[in-house]
């Protein structure tokens, strides 16, 4: 198992627009596409790209998403997760429960349309960890 590319910085926030705002008032940055929804996960989503990963603007999708205890905790929203690339997630899952670490729910599709799962921060020195399968290349 080797540790892939880090593909995005989780951030949550209260409003997607108003992270959008500051992103483009400070570093004239845009998103790379429109946010959208991810009702599975209870999410709206929206990346800003920098030259070497994105960021994941990550807004609370009703009163009943898993992030809406973070921003209980941290009002004014903040970094949330790092997500990591894995060639193979079935072969990455087996990896991870085989060394003891604790994986958070079932395997499923995420923002990028690949599979991903969550390691828990007990397990990581405090940090959410997504792990992603890469997207696989355009032919
Ligand atoms: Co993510």
Redesign the pocket.
Known sequence: MKLGRL????VATRSIEQSLATYRELFGAEPSAASFDLPAQGVR?CFVDAPNAQI?L?EPLGADSPIVKFLDKYPAGGQ??L?FEVPDITAARAHFEGKGARVLGPTRI??HGTP?FFLHPKDMGGVLT?I?ESPKQAH
């Open positions: 593909n995005h910085v989780g989503v994941e990550i949330h997760h997500c995420g923002a991903i997504e992603m």
